[in-house]
């Protein structure tokens, strides 16, 4: 009996070692960016992503509704922190490449490479997550968290604002 015991305990407490994942999450990474010299993270109000100037159709604004928040960590590119800039690219393609990050698209613009990623379901995402890179510019990611938010209408979204830089500027302290 005192075997079986045993056997119990050591096959539980191996099934719950087994359970805990070494993987880092991308909400740690964002915790951490803070106290790291040389980056710059904030959270981003979504009325500061429409300007007065921007027609954006009932759906865009209905997609904005269902984001609740923007979260932001970038890493300035500089002469003298190459090494930090590449640890930190490497770091964002492994979190991002853990399987609960699903690849939405992928391109170049302006020199920069974007990767998008989702999480939740196709037709209901919870998280958007877009990571970009350049070696002028830096590398950063941005995090939309929301509920509900239909994969299709949050491009269209993304397609349609114009990121008013003078409130994004208040809210992060003129790092821009």
Same mark, same amino acid.
């Given at each position: 009996? @005192?075997?079986? %015991?045993?056997?119990?305990?050591? %096959?539980?407490? #191996?099934?719950?070692?087994? /359970?805990?994942?070494? =993987? ?24 500061? #992503?429409?300007?007065?100037?921007? +027609?954006? /159709?009932? &759906? ?7 984001? @609740? ?5 970038? #890493? @300035? $590119?500089? *002469? ?8 930190? $690219? +490497? ?5 991002? *490449?853990? &399987?609960?990050?699903? =690849? #939405?698209? %992928?391109?170049? %613009? ?10 939740? !379901? ?7 997550? *877009?990571f970009g890179y350049n070696k002028e510019a830096g590398v950063g990611v941005a995090r939309l968290l929301g509920e509900n938010m239909?994969?299709? +209408?949050?491009? &269209?979204?993304?397609?349609?604002? =114009?990121?008013?830089? !003078?409130?994004?500027? $208040? ?6």
């Open positions: 009996m @005192k075997k079986l %015991t045993t056997l119990l305990s050591f %096959t539980l407490v #191996l099934f719950m070692a087994m /359970s805990c994942s070494n =993987n880092k999450s991308l909400q740690s990474y964002l915790v951490e960016s803070q106290e790291k010299d040389g980056f710059f993270y904030g959270d981003i109000p979504v009325s500061s #992503l429409m300007t007065t100037k921007t +027609k954006a /159709s009932e &759906e865009v604004l209905e997609t904005m509704k269902s984001i @609740k928040k923007i979260n932001v960590a970038f #890493l @300035k $590119k500089t *002469a003298d922190n190459n090494e930090a800039y590449e640890k930190e $690219k +490497k770091e964002l393609n492994g979190i991002l *490449a853990q &399987e609960d990050y699903k =690849n #939405l698209m %992928t391109m170049k %613009t302006k020199g920069m490479n974007v990767k998008i990623y989702y999480t939740g !379901d196709t037709n209901s995402i919870d998280e958007v997550i *877009a239909n994969p299709a +209408k949050v491009i &269209e979204m993304m397609n349609s604002i =114009n990121i008013d830089g !003078d409130n994004i500027e $208040k809210s992060f302290g003129s790092f821009f």
